[in-house]
């Protein structure tokens, strides 16, 4: 199971207790997975579909719940894809219900359908969430966090976009909208605002199964960047102490290293023989032992001698 339909499967099995919130949340369903049948002489017909049982279910008590409306679930095979069941939830004569759910309001003498947000049905902040996630449950997704970060609800309308962004980003969230074939999708890309909006929700046990594994890739990725450091700081170590070996042996062949002030004949015999090792142990080497910026500033002098050889013999 995909880690999106488990979090749908942990949303799908809370219900509200408040007639307010479960209407918020009916009406989201219905808007974003339902589909409305216009009749004529303002009649209508309301057919819901989603391929997740948990999801039928919840929509059939709260129907029963909020609106007293008892509701037949007929399931019927997906003829595309996978061809999974799909289970369809059927209301004749619905348009009181869209009404109450405010997808249809009344407007110069006629019923048409309303295009943004249900206004009175969202007023307070409890129905303000469960708005949101019936709008997740009923045409969201969540990519599995440990190959992306990546949340998003498709709408049909612009406007209605728009406006189910700014209902989601006044919880200080960033929500955007982009067009998708002929859909418009409102969608959240960094992994501190999905956790934000699983909470807002009430999301809870995805929130911290995502977590859990931001805090795993977070580890990982630390600990490959430090590995990736120390690989590079190795790398450019070894390539130094080549470098000052070869230095030391044109100093050998054109001068010989007992030209070389005591200090620096030193230094220079040690590291020749010793190249694996960091300036630090190099100096611990020495008598007295210095320190690595000591040994740095021998080996820079050392290094200016040989290319003044190199210099002089044009090599």
Do not use: W
Request: hydrophobic letters at 40%; charged letters at 25%.
């Amino acid at each position: 199971m995909s880690f999106s339909a488990k979090t749908k499967n942990e949303l799908a099995r809370r219900t509200s207790d408040s007639k307010c919130c479960q209407m918020a949340e009916l009406s989201a369903l219905v808007r974003v997975s339902g589909t409305i049948q216009l009749l004529g002489r303002g009649k209508t017909n309301l057919l819901i579909t989603t391929e997740n049982p948990a999801i039928a279910r919840l929509i059939f008590i709260l129907f029963k719940r909020s609106l007293k409306v008892h509701t037949d679930i007929d399931v019927t095979k997906n003829p595309v894809l996978r061809k999974n069941n799909l289970y369809n939830i059927k209301i004749l004569d619905a348009t009181e219900i869209l009404r109450k759910l405010e997808i249809m309001i009344d407007e110069d003498d006629s019923i048409v359908i309303n295009n943004g947000l249900p206004i009175t049905l969202i007023k307070n902040e409890c129905c303000k969430r469960a708005y949101i996630r019936g709008t997740f449950l009923g045409g969201g997704s969540l990519s599995d966090p440990e190959k992306s970060y990546h949340m998003e609800m498709i709408t049909h309308r612009e406007d209605y976009a728009n406006e189910l962004a700014e209902l989601i980003n006044s919880y200080d969230l960033h929500a955007r909208v982009v067009a998708r074939k002929k859909n418009y999708i409102v969608y959240l890309k960094e992994g501190d605002q999905i956790v934000d909006l699983l909470n807002v929700i009430g999301a809870h046990t995805a929130l911290m199964a995502f977590e859990n594994v931001r805090i795993v890739k977070s580890m990982r990725n630390n600990i490959n960047r430090l590995v990736n450091c120390e690989t590079a700081n190795l790398h450019k170590m070894v390539d130094a102490a080549v470098k000052q070996k070869q230095y030391i042996e044109l100093i050998d062949q054109y001068m010989g290293l007992e030209s070389l002030p005591d200090q620096l004949r030193e230094v220079a015999e040690i590291r020749y023989d010793n190249t694996d090792i960091s300036l630090k142990e190099l100096g611990q080497m020495m008598n007295p032992p210095i320190g690595k910026s000591g040994v740095n500033h021998r080996l820079r002098k050392i290094e200016k001698i040989a290319m003044d050889i190199i210099e002089r013999e044009n090599l």
